[in-house]
């Protein structure tokens, strides 16, 4: 890829397209923001009108009744108005094409397209398109990122565990298949985490997966050995009837987390998962609702989250206006 | 069942998931709030910022634009942010269970959920699972019941009538598959009305049906003699190509409301029917669009009630807040 | 058809079903009207409270993404509150009619309808059944009108070419199928441009469109020489398979718009598209995203314009109110 097109050349944040290439400050200017939400989605009224006239588009190539709703919510919480564009039923059967949609939208005065679509760069091509002053978000681009999934796990963790820089993390599962493990990856490097671990049999990890930094385990015992923090990803139903699982029941005996493997972690290791999740094939109900699981906050701070990316990303906008 | 879980410790309403089991003063309440709500959707600017900040989610498991857009106006219209969420296309087809799906968004800060579902207990068990302060209105759970449509039906029929204490109610058609029908010989009951009656062939009757405390009738004219209220129901599609009905045509014959059966009635006994309307099945639309339906009205006063409902359980939440 | 049901007794609008009837004023005061909102979405704060509390059914009996969210922005933006029905989907499988439908939407206080149906004349049918201070838009009826892109496209040559008086205009395409094609005409006529030309194919003009006051031609040459405006339309993917046309490749050799054909017309015509456009079928790219093309201004256009359409039908709303 060329010159990253997130960050103008004051390095202020246009798009949020990738973990890859973002540096520390950013990450950290959008988990502090959202702290600041997160005591908004806790009042009695739980809106600000810092979005307020603003339209946003979800526009989902992929159907997510469960990302599209967190994006909804954050972005009513700003006071925005959201229009979601199911694109797959209509335009794209009349055989527009993807920018023509994106001119069009553009032309109604678009200010920020939240998009998700079944090909990696999709959101990269939308965003080098568009004329300053108009935003994207990656809400999911085929196997290749899910930023804003990572910046929540991010926040997760830094709540309960304050610091990243002694940390051991632990990604467990399809990582071969797993847009949310690659943007996992990068966001803890660059945060400063020591540690990374990834757990996978050898059929569901990229090839040379340590690349990335990453120390690799087959085992699960081995791999979640005094870990702080376990990051489950999420079995895709589809892979388990292919040629590269036997079934998933084997999978659950062996990267199923159980409280038996949860006890080789530290003991005050937390859980984590992107959801939805697929009780007794990658995780046990009694690890899934027990103490350790932070699986639930991750969802309450990813609508924190993802306002703080909308409004770092609107506050950038170029015209003069109120901010 | 348990415990009625509508209601708290102080008896005010918590959950409206039935009107079995609700004290009179709690209609009575919801009635008279409705009341307050019928102006206010007269006027020119028809918001109120009782809801403003709330999020609702309109949780159908079933298909019905009909239902959903009177919650999704009457939460507008409260200045509530309103998500909708077909369920059957997403999330459950990615095997989140039902109440995964409730503690995901309960986690985003949800308010309340509107539910329908083809499993007669599902909000029940919706109810159940979340912690206090989040509420859920059934919109329609299987056979079982459908409250806010024998809410608008009994704010209609004190609308016409003034008072239930001397009225003879009659329900025609269907009773065996209408959870419309349940919910309103409770309603009816509670609110004190002493002659409620019951017209349907055989195989259109649940079993033990007298037990209600219904009169049973199989013949129409011997049902609506001098009756002041006719509650229609709807005759399902998918009953008519059954075994348990010969044809509509047959069934118009002797179960349809014409002006000639009508006749039977008291000369100022109204007609309702909660929509959407066999023409020329159990209706004819002499009577439909005739002097004595109120069938429209009932559409109208239905968004109040709604409204009502939804002002009446968010003033309930714990939390201390500006109420 | 009867008597111009668009327009009251004092001449004010109240439906805007169709160009044609119109009278000149009406269609000025809709441009002049737009002209005040197209500042407005330039704002920063895209909002005016003109329409808050109003409630817009956006009504689509045909699926349309791209037109349905025109409307939906433009009524989001004048502060309405909009509901999203494609009613295809529910309540019309129930065997429910578009009568009663529409009767029950306006029993729960609907102000406006936006209409899309597959048969020429539904918006009609409805508008005649409202009672009075109840509205309706025809965004797009069978082969008949599409009279709020017709408007915009009329916004669009008075912003570029100032007066009407003096243009040489010409429509090119699938004349026979295009509901744009016949409001363009109406509307174009009726504001005095003094020459309007048709070119296509024979089999793809209506019988006798001279009669509509128009020059035929079916060289596309001959037909752009000297215009000021090129329309053009959109070529239908399931004509291209039927027998009215050889091929795509084979239309475009001789109708479709390419830098040379342009190159006959006048130097500063401009081109127009009402979208979504067939790249390489009735446009070529070189035209479509060059200088002479005005096509995403007239998206832009579209939205003040479907602004003035509203606020235009609310504020002709019988009830004193606040305007």
New interface residues.
């Given amino acids: 890829m060329q010159a990253n097109p997130q960050l103008d050349k004051e390095g202020k944040l246009q798009h949020l397209l990738s973990i890859e290439g973002l540096p520390a400050p950013v990450l950290t200017q959008i988990l502090d923001t959202a702290a600041s939400f997160v005591g908004v989605?806790?009042?009695?009224?739980?809106?600000v009108p810092l979005l307020?006239?603003?339209?946003i588009f979800n526009l989902f190539f992929e159907?997510?009744?469960?990302t599209r709703?967190?994006f909804?919510?954050a972005a009513?919480?700003l006071s925005a108005?959201v229009?979601n564009?199911?694109?797959s039923?209509?335009?794209q059967t009349?055989?527009?094409?993807l920018l023509?949609?994106i001119?069009?939208?553009?032309?109604?005065?678009a200010d920020m397209f939240i998009v998700r679509h079944a090909e990696s760069g999709a959101p990269y091509l939308i965003a080098r398109h568009l004329r300053p002053g108009i935003h994207v978000i990656n809400a999911g681009d085929g196997r290749h990122a899910h930023p804003t999934q990572a910046l929540l796990d991010m926040y997760t963790i830094r709540h309960y565990k304050k610091e990243f820089r002694d940390l051991r993390v632990a990604i467990v599962g399809d990582l071969l298949h797993s847009r949310v493990a690659r943007s996992q990856v990068h966001a803890l490097s660059i945060l400063g985490v020591p540690e990374i671990r990834v757990v996978a049999p050898k059929t569901l990890l990229p090839a040379q997966v340590e690349r990335l930094g990453v120390h690799v385990f087959h085992d699960m015992a081995e791999g979640l050995r005094d870990v702080d923090v376990v990051l489950m990803l999420r079995l895709q139903?589809e892979r388990m009837q292919g040629a590269l699982l036997p079934s998933a029941q084997e999978y659950f005996k062996y990267y199923g987390l159980t409280p038996d493997k949860l006890a080789r972690a530290r003991p005050d290791a937390i859980v984590m998962h992107p959801?939805?999740?697929?009780?007794g094939v990658e995780i046990d109900s009694a690890v899934a609702d027990g103490p350790q699981s932070v699986i639930?906050?991750?969802?309450?701070f990813?609508?924190a989250v993802r306002m703080a990316v909308m409004s770092i990303l609107a506050g950038s906008s170029p015209?003069a206006?109120?901010d």
Same sequence: chains 1, 2, 3.
């Fill in positions: 989605t806790e009042r009695e009224v739980k809106k307020r006239g603003k339209a159907p997510s009744t469960r709703t967190t909804e919510i009513k919480r108005d229009v564009l199911n694109i039923t209509s335009s009349k055989g527009e094409s023509d949609t001119d069009n939208l553009s032309a109604m005065h139903n959801g939805p999740m697929n009780r639930l906050p991750q969802v309450t990813g609508i015209p206006a109120n």
